[in-house]
């Protein structure tokens, strides 16, 4: 018989304490904090839902790892372990490890790119954006165009936009595109699965120009999950078999293993093209390390080796899939305007449906993202103006940014269901009063990436 609750698949061996606040003692920290939420101490947040990233619990299985990783130089037992266990379950024969996503981007562009390409994507996540802009390359998002209607029922909002892709080649011309990227689970574009069928067209498309593909890979086992569960071709199909299939659709991939592969620290680059791939380890050895360690100690390949294999257990994504669904689908029935149907890593608030009254230039978002650490010392991140939006520097006035969003992200087998029922009250309690929420203004902000250091101030 088949029991209704998901359980973590999982026993707690080792706890951490979390420190308990009241709701004087966050208000004054965040008002410390000049109400930027990078700005507080994690010791001082209750749940951290700040990002998955690098903020997964390892297992046991992984901390024996660590313990077993060989330190030597070059030629390191863990490199091979490292390698087989990617290569087995991505097939891809050259792997190159890196300290995480964002260096796998920087070598991965450093080779491809010349100031004038354009490296369309389905949406470019900020440092794939920045790493590929820093070689004069423009970086082209191409969502698909289900993305704009948040509560709509799609199944696949973070496919990429085919017949943009096709108008992009037609437009700057093959030789200006040295190739296509497509980002699975698709962070920037509210953490939407990309269909298989999405993939088998960009692939097709790109084949047609003589175009590599390459994956940005860092949530491929979340969004394998979801294909098999919402693209009927697949119901039966081993999550093995989909991951497989997309990688056998692309001829390399970033990985940032700090999603996935539940570690703390690591990433990859792999490709299947011999040259390119020594390209790649020269630029490797200049500024990560040698070719059998790059930027990591033979502790986290080990770690990183295992994480894949668990990262594919059908147990663990069953449960993680459930778990984010499970906070999506009570904020939805108290009525939480959220992009939908959830994704697989996080559930993006609207802000702007949450709290109409406050105009994106008075940043609704961080004005939510307050409140909820206020309320029950939850930590939100804004995704909305205060992150993409900008002050012109003519008129002095904000400029709002395209959309307004506060990501709830789910860190890997670290909080358990009562952690997030207690999350949907904190959320829920702010929403019921969100007529009170004010709006903000940034009394200091950088030059650039405002929303990690800007101090805000609340408008009476
Ligand atoms: C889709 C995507 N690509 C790339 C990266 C960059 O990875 P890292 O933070 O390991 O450099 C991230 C990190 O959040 C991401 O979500």
């Known amino acids: 018989m088949a029991f209704k609750t998901i359980i973590e698949p999982f026993r707690i061996k080792s706890v951490e304490q979390i420190k308990m606040t009241t709701e004087q003692q966050r208000r004054r920290m965040i008002e410390a904090a000049g109400y930027n939420i990078f700005e507080l101490r994690s010791e001082d947040v209750i749940i951290d839902l700040l990002t998955d990233s690098g903020t997964g619990a390892m297992s046991s299985n992984q901390w024996g790892g660590i313990m077993r990783g060989d330190e030597s130089y070059a030629g390191s037992p863990s490199f091979f372990h490292f390698r087989d266990s990617v290569t087995d379950i991505m097939g891809f024969e050259h792997l190159i490890p890196t300290h995480q996503g964002r260096a796998a981007e920087r070598i991965l562009f450093s080779v491809m790119c010349t100031p004038g390409d354009v490296v369309p994507n389905n949406s470019h996540f900020d440092t794939t954006r920045a790493n590929c802009e820093f070689t004069g390359a423009m970086a082209l998002d191409l969502p698909s165009p289900e993305l704009a209607n948040m509560g709509s029922d799609y199944p696949f909002k973070g496919d990429m936009d085919v017949d943009g892709l096709k108008a992009a080649f037609a437009e700057h011309g093959a030789q200006r595109i040295p190739l296509v990227m497509l980002t699975v689970t698709n962070n920037s574009g509210g953490g939407q699965p990309v269909s298989m069928a999405n993939v088998r067209a960009v692939a097709e498309v790109c084949r047609a120009n003589g175009t590599p593909l390459y994956l940005d890979a860092c949530r491929i086992t979340e969004n394998a999950y979801l294909i098999k569960q919402r693209e009927p071709e697949f119901a039966t199909t081993t999550v093995r078999r989909i991951v497989r299939e997309m990688c056998d659709l692309a001829d390399g991939c970033t990985m940032s293993a700090k999603k996935d592969a539940i570690v703390n620290i690591g990433g990859f680059l792999a490709t299947r093209d011999p040259e390119v791939a020594q390209k790649q380890r020269e630029l490797l050895i200049l500024t990560e390390g040698f070719v059998t360690y790059g930027g990591l100690a033979g502790r986290d390949l080990e770690a990183l080796a295992i994480g894949m294999q668990e990262a594919v257990d059908e147990d663990y994504l069953n449960y993680r899939i459930a778990s984010t669904r499970y906070l999506g689908q009570h904020l939805r029935d108290a009525g939480i305007p959220i992009m939908w149907p959830p994704g697989g890593h996080a559930i993006y608030l609207d802000a702007r449906g949450f709290a109409p009254h406050i105009e994106p230039t ?64 904190v959320v829920t309690q702010v929403f019921e009063e969100r007529e009170r929420l004010p709006g903000y203004r940034i009394v200091e902000q950088p030059p650039f990436l405002r929303h990690f250091s800007a101090r805000l101030a609340q408008i009476a």
């Open 362 to 425: 008075r940043f609704p978002g961080v004005s939510i993202a307050a409140a909820t650490y206020i309320a029950g010392g939850v930590r939100a991140c804004e995704i909305g103006s205060l992150m993409f939006g900008h002050r012109d520097e003519e008129t002095g006035e904000e400029v709002a940014g395209p959309r307004e969003l506060v990501r709830l992200a789910i860190p890997r087998r670290t909080y358990t269901q009562s952690h997030i029922e207690y999350v949907v009250e």
